[in-house]
């Protein structure tokens, strides 16, 4: 945005816990780039604020839908993210609340510039539990081990995954909502039941983005999709975009 038009670019991260991203984005950026991202804890706000590093990243203190049209009206500091943003990323945090794609997608969708992009990070159902199953014990067994110990592992599936799986909704269902308001939508990135779903209005924004990254560094074993899928609502197209071309380390 600032290398075609000049034009400030805006980034908002929904959820996110302390806002990693969002604040390192906007150090880096220098002015280039605003960033929001918000959470409902008490610990997170304290924490973005105390390692901030730029007055270009900022906080919104509570849940994603919360932050309404009226918000950005009468909040100072929100004043950047008035007119919506270029790049919107939803990391698991829809997950966290409920299941209904649409009324979710419905709240967030009208912020995102015609031109903008939507990357979700998605934990995805499958129809057939035993498949979904089978992907998370393939994750624990040969990932997770590496570093929690099974003590671990069992603890956060007990407070954790099992409540959030209740939550989670099939590609087919996600797709489906997700062409109530993009009119293109493509998976990038697959590793077990883990999707990377990117959706736009703009086919040109779209194919830019992807076509500017390189081919996912997933061992086969973890990766159950022929990369990247592309849908025009909620159709598969057969026209494949493809990843940008790696450049050997040495020459």
Request: charged share 25%.
């Amino acid at each position: 945005m600032w290398g075609h038009s000049g034009r400030t670019a805006t980034f908002y991260s929904l959820g996110a816990g302390a806002g990693t991203l969002a604040r390192a984005l906007a150090r880096l950026g220098d002015g280039r780039l605003e960033t929001l991202c918000c959470s409902p804890t008490d610990g997170n706000r304290a924490c973005f604020f105390s390692k901030r590093a730029s007055k270009h990243a900022h906080f919104f203190h509570g849940p994603f839908f919360e932050l309404d049209a009226q918000r950005y009206a009468s909040d100072q500091s929100l004043h950047a993210f008035r007119d919506g943003f270029d790049i919107l990323l939803e990391d698991t945090t829809f997950q966290m609340y409920g299941p209904d794609r649409e009324t979710q997608l419905g709240f967030i969708a009208p912020r995102i510039r015609e031109d903008g992009l939507l990357v979700q990070v998605q934990k995805i159902a499958h129809p057939d539990s035993e498949t979904y199953l089978l992907r998370e014990h393939q994750k624990d067994a040969q990932f997770k081990t590496r570093y929690f110990s099974e003590a671990d592992i069992l603890a956060k599936q007990r407070d954790v995954l099992d409540t959030m799986r209740k939550l989670q909704v099939d590609l087919k269902s996600t797709i489906t909502a997700l062409s109530l308001f993009f009119r293109h939508s493509i998976v990038t990135w697959n590793s077990g039941n883990f999707y990377t779903i990117v959706s736009s209005n703009s086919p040109t924004a779209l194919k830019a983005f992807t076509e500017s990254m390189l081919k996912p560094a997933i061992p086969p074993e973890y990766c159950y999709e022929q990369l990247p899928i592309r849908f025009a609502q909620e159709t598969p197209t057969s026209e494949r975009w493809e990843w940008r071309p790696s450049r050997p380390a040495f020459s």
